[in-house]
Structure formats: structure tokens, C-alpha cells
């Protein structure tokens, strides 16, 4: 596995409820956190934890726009200057035919253009291994980590203590 | 405030939009043009069936939401049970239609002249339902979603006054009446619209219709929801309703148009592609005489909400939903002019004797085999003016919505909105024993 070189200090919370309130007592304290694990998306974390809206579904539009271009304009030019055959006694540019097949690739473009920027983004892919700090983070415990080069340990450790978390570890990642 | 009231101002103001509707309503009965007071019928018809339509959706939805363990809505639910209260009003408005019907008052519908179906092929054909007595089905049929709504009112209010509910047992009772309304609505929705709508095109069919005129009016319902709400949250009820259910409520208006879409197109596709005269007569009659609603109605219930609700914050704003709706509702409202009008002036041409159309009539009359060739040789653009004698000059009511058009769409519309704020103010707005109260107070998207 590739070594991200980092020392982390985690803990783990037993209630969702448990881990809202040390999230915001923490960004109240001014602690870096480096990161937040749960089993599932927690209604009401992203505020807290004060993450941007995503812009992934700019890019998805962007994709999206391609593919609709890339499918009317792409059968226009293929049924009335490239290779026009007459379907059905209909005129060669028939935009009713158009647009099922303009609309499914849309969806295609969209899909996989935002599946891809999606895993470059987060430098996942083929071969990428990410870091488990524990394995009931997938299970049902909500897990906080500090890195140690931004939270000191001694602090890390009374904040787990105050906030009733029910393990605290540290790990190299 | 637990309970609304209304204001004395908003009651002037509603019934004075009856009022102007009542005026354009008898206008359109004078100073009609065409025969058989078709203008005034059309009307009548076009306002019954949508706002009719709308409160039907309304206490479909209420019913899906119940019987899918749904806890958002509930919050609100008092909205959607006083609008489906509106069906009880729209029973009375299409029994009138119905009576109309009987005693041959109007000639909305081509296949209720005996003369006409006893020398045209197809309307004898599809007689069978297209008659008087299944036409008296459908309208009892609204007598049955009316009862199906008092009854989900009753238990609700009973749940209200039971003083809190440890268990499930009222909500279950509650749902063995919302479940088995759902397979009614399904089927009766789609007789009643065949009936109502579908058959003023009387030599036209399509399987699609019932769902397309179904899916116009969910859009029409979903956005008069979101305007209600609106209005009621600005003036101070409904504290806990938030940002959240809007949202909610917008998604429903942005996927619900796309659907309808989808099935707008769906049904144009298919009867364009086979290219089958006795289909296409349909659209061709509104993409050649009414080009500019044909096309409209496509873009401001397509396009509108498709781009501007698309993006997660327009979703949440006021401004937004506000623009959306108004402008969907007023489409989707085109949507079924664009349904009843076209048809039913073409049906006029024909009974009526009205310019050379008339002429048409009687020739169609003489060989309903050759009226399907007519619409053939339609279809293929040869024969447009041949089918449809005096389609191609503006009919005033008909080509497009006038003056007192809209103002019988004000006049309806207020009275559906007096009727809703009635049964609205008479229980209190948050049902407060309903076991999903709490999932709705805290909902988070």
C-alpha cells in the first residue's frame, strides 16, 4: 500500500448524534479537522463541517450540452450531407428520429463524463488503495481524525475524552 | 395560528373573480360565433375538466403518499385534502356538461348526434362506449373519488380529535382506504379523460392520453400546491414548514414536467413515425392551424421549468417557485385548450353548416370510410385545407385563448380557491396526532 506519510489520531462515536455535536464543538474550537467517516451520508454534516457545495454538477451540464450537440448535430450531418437513406418515406433531417437517440446520449455524456471527473478529482481510480482506519467505520461507528502535525495529540485526546467518543487510536496512513 | 380564516379582503377578492368569470361566461353564451354556443361549452368543458382535474390529483397524491409511508407531506396535508374537496364543486360542474348532454344542449361531442353515427363507420364502431350512458359512468365516478376523499378527510379529522394515537391502528385504517383508492383512480382517470377529453376528436384515438393529460394536470396540481403554501407561509401559517419541503415540492414540479414530456413526445413520435391517416389528422390540425400554441405550449412546459428549475437553488427560493409555477399552470392550462378546442371547432364545422366546412361535414357524413382517406391525404400535407374547411381563418375562442377565456380561467380558479380556503379554514392546518408529524417537522433533504 502506498504511505500517505501521515500520523492520524481517530475516534469513534457510537451516535450520529454523538459525532454532530463534536463536529461543531470542534470547528468551534478552531480544530483542523482532517477528515469525517460514517456508514451513511449524515443529514446535516456538510454545514458543520463546512464543505463547499460541489461543482460537479457544473461539469455535468458541460457534459450533458456535448452530448446533445454531439448527437443532433453529428445525425445531421450524417443523414443529410454523409450518407442520406430515406426511413419510411421520411424527409432525411427528421428531428422527431433525432430525438431519442439525442436525448440517450446526453445521459451517456453526462453519466460518464461526471463518473470520470468524479474519481480524478478525488484521485481514485484503477490500483488506488485508500486507508482504512478502522473497519467499523463501515459498520456503525461515526469516526473524527486529526492529523498530528495540524492537532497536537494531548489535545486530540482530551477533545475524544470531552466529546464521549468510545475509542481513540492512532495510525500511520 | 392553528386554524386559518379568511380574510374578508381575500373573499371580496375571489368572489369577485367568480364574478368576472360568471360575466364572460354568459358574454361567451351571447356573443358567440359559432353555432350550437360551442364557444360558451368549450369553455365550460376546458375549466371543469382542469381545475376538476387538479383537485383529483391533489387527493391522488395524498393517497400515494399515505399508503408509501411518507412522512414529508404530512405537515401539509391539510392542503391536499381540502383541494380534493374541490371534487365535490366539480361533480356539479360536469353533471351540467353531462345534463347538457343528455338533452342535447350542446354538441361538444360528434359522436352524441344519432345522424352522424348512423352513417359514419367509425363513430358506429366505437358506440359501444362512446354513448351517453357510459358518459353518465364517468361522471358517477366522480361522485366516487368524492366519497373516497370525505372519507380520508373524516378519518383524519378523527385522528385529530382522538387525543393522541399510542399505536398505528388509525393510521393503518387510514390506509386501507388511501390503498384502495389508488387501483379506482387508476383506471377511472383514464376512462373519465377518454370521455371527457379524448372523444371530441371523436374519429381519433390514442393509448397514450389518459397518462399525458394525467401527467399535465399532476404538474398543474404540484405547482398550485407550491403557490398555496407559499402564500399561506408569507402570511404567518405554517411556521415549520421549510426550505426542505419546498424543495421537495420543486423536484416534484421539475420531474413531473419532464414526464410529461416524455410522454408528450412519446405520443408524437409513434403517430408521426407510423404515418396512419385516421392518427395523424390530430396533430396535423395543430401543428399546421395552431403553429404558435403547438409550439409554446412545448417550450414554456418543457423549457421553462426544465432550465430554471434544474439547479439545486431554484429549487429553494421563493422568486423562482413562484415564476415556475405561475407560468406552468398557465401552460398546462394551454395544454388542454390546445386538447379540447381544435377538435371541437372542427366538430361544429361539421354539424353546423358553418362556411364550406359545413359542406364537408355533410360530404364526411355521406361516407365515413372516406373521411379517414381525407385525413390521410392530410397527413401527407396534400389535403390540410381539404380536411378542415374554414380551419385555416382565425375563429375568435378558438385559434387562441381571448379576453374571455381567461377571464372564465379567473373565474374558475377563484372559485376553486374559495372552496379550497373553506375547506381549509374549517379543521386546523397541522394534523397534529398523525404518527408521521414529527418525520415531516424535522424533514431534511
Redesign the interface.
Known amino acids: 500500500m502506498r504511505e500517505l506519510g501521515k500520523e492520524i489520531i481517530f475516534g469513534l462515536y457510537d451516535d450520529e448524534q454523538d459525532l454532530l455535536s463534536a463536529v461543531s464543538s470542534a470547528t468551534h474550537d478552531h480544530m483542523d479537522i482532517y477528515d469525517v467517516y460514517s456508514p451513511f451520508p449524515v443529514?446535516?454534516l456538510d454545514p458543520i463541517l463546512g464543505l463547499e457545495?460541489s461543482r460537479l454538477?457544473i461539469a455535468g451540464?458541460i457534459y450533458g450540452a456535448l452530448g446533445t450537440l454531439t448527437a443532433f448535430l453529428g445525425m445531421t450531418w450524417i443523414f443529410t450531407k454523409d450518407w442520406p437513406i430515406i426511413f419510411?418515406?421520411k424527409p432525411y433531417w427528421s428531428v422527431?428520429?433525432f430525438?431519442?437517440i439525442t436525448f440517450e446520449l446526453t445521459v451517456l455524456f453526462a453519466a460518464v463524463g461526471m463518473t470520470v471527473t468524479f474519481y480524478i478529482i478525488n484521485g481514485q481510480g484503477p490500483g488506488v488503495q485508500n486507508p482504512i482506519l478502522h473497519d467499523r467505520i463501515s459498520d456503525d461507528k461515526f469516526c473524527i481524525a486529526f492529523d498530528t502535525h495540524s492537532v497536537e495529540e494531548g489535545s486530540a485526546k482530551s477533545f475524544f475524552e470531552k466529546t464521549g467518543a468510545t475509542l481513540v487510536e492512532k495510525k500511520n496512513i | 395560528m392553528t386554524n386559518y380564516s379568511i380574510p374578508s379582503k381575500q373573499r371580496t377578492l375571489l368572489l369577485g373573480g367568480m364574478v368576472i368569470g360568471a360575466i364572460c361566461l354568459a358574454l361567451t353564451w351571447f356573443m358567440d360565433g359559432t353555432d350550437h354556443h360551442m364557444r360558451f361549452w368549450t369553455n365550460f368543458l376546458h375549466n371543469s375538466v382542469f381545475f376538476t382535474g387538479i383537485a383529483l390529483m391533489a387527493i391522488f397524491f395524498y393517497a400515494v403518499c399515505n399508503t408509501a409511508w411518507a412522512g414529508w407531506h404530512v405537515q401539509f396535508k391539510r392542503v391536499w385534502e381540502a383541494m380534493g374537496l374541490f371534487l365535490g364543486v366539480g361533480f356539479i360542474l360536469m353533471a351540467i356538461v353531462a345534463v347538457g348532454l343528455v338533452f342535447g344542449w350542446h354538441h361538444l361531442y360528434h359522436w352524441a348526434d344519432p345522424a352522424s353515427v348512423e352513417t359514419d363507420k367509425i363513430l358506429e364502431h366505437k358506440s359501444t362506449f362512446l354513448n351517453k350512458g357510459w358518459y353518465l359512468v364517468s361522471i358517477a365516478f366522480i361522485g366516487v373519488w368524492y366519497f373516497f376523499t370525505r372519507k380520508m378527510r373524516g378519518l383524519s379529522l378523527t385522528e385529530d380529535a382522538m387525543g393522541g394515537v399510542k399505536d398505528f391502528s388509525h393510521h393503518m385504517k387510514t390506509r386501507k382506504w388511501t390503498a384502495s383508492f389508488l387501483p379506482i383512480v387508476g383506471f377511472s382517470s383514464a376512462l373519465v379523460i377518454w370521455q371527457w377529453v379524448m372523444s371530441i376528436d371523436a374519429h381519433w384515438y390514442s393509448t397514450l392520453f389518459a397518462w399525458y393529460a394525467g401527467a399535465s394536470l399532476f404538474v398543474s396540481m404540484i405547482a398550485m400546491t407550491i403557490l398555496i403554501l407559499i402564500w399561506l407561509k408569507s402570511n404567518g401559517y405554517y411556521p415549520n414548514l421549510s426550505l426542505e419541503h419546498f424543495h421537495d415540492l420543486g423536484k416534484f414540479m421539475f420531474a413531473f414536467s419532464i414526464f410529461w414530456t416524455y410522454l408528450w413526445?412519446s405520443q408524437?413520435?409513434l403517430i408521426?413515425?407510423s404515418?396512419n391517416g385516421e392518427e395523424t389528422v390530430y396533430f396535423n390540425t395543430r401543428q399546421d392551424e395552431y403553429p404558435v400554441l403547438f409550439y409554446a405550449n412545448l417550450a414554456i412546459n418543457f423549457l421553462v421549468p426544465f432550465f430554471i428549475l434544474?439547479r439545486?437553488d431554484t429549487k429553494r427560493k421563493f422568486g423562482s417557485l413562484i415564476t415556475v409555477g405561475l407560468i406552468v399552470i398557465f401552460g398546462h392550462w394551454m395544454d388542454f385548450f390546445l386538447m379540447i378546442k381544435p377538435g371541437a371547432l372542427h366538430t361544429a364545422h361539421e354539424l353546423g353548416g358553418h362556411s364550406h366546412g359545413g359542406d364537408h361535414g355533410h360530404e364526411a357524413a355521406g361516407h365515413g370510410a372516406a373521411e379517414v382517406g381525407h385525413h390521410a391525404e392530410a397527413a401527407t400535407g396534400h389535403g390540410a385545407d381539404l380536411a378542415h374547411g374554414a380551419a385555416s381563418t382565425f375563429e375568435a375562442g378558438f385559434s387562441m385563448p381571448g379576453f374571455l377565456e381567461i377571464g372564465t380561467m379567473i373565474g374558475f380558479l377563484c372559485l376553486f380557491l374559495y372552496v379550497f380556503y373553506t375547506h381549509l379554514s374549517k379543521a386546523s392546518l397541522i394534523a397534529k396526532n398523525d404518527p408521521y408529524l414529527s418525520e415531516s417537522l424535522h424533514h431534511?433533504v
Do not use: L
Request: no cysteine; glycine share 16%.
Open positions: 443529514h446535516g457545495e454538477h451540464f419510411g418515406g422527431p428520429a430525438i431519442p | 413526445f408524437y413520435m408521426w413515425y404515418n434544474m439545486n431534511h
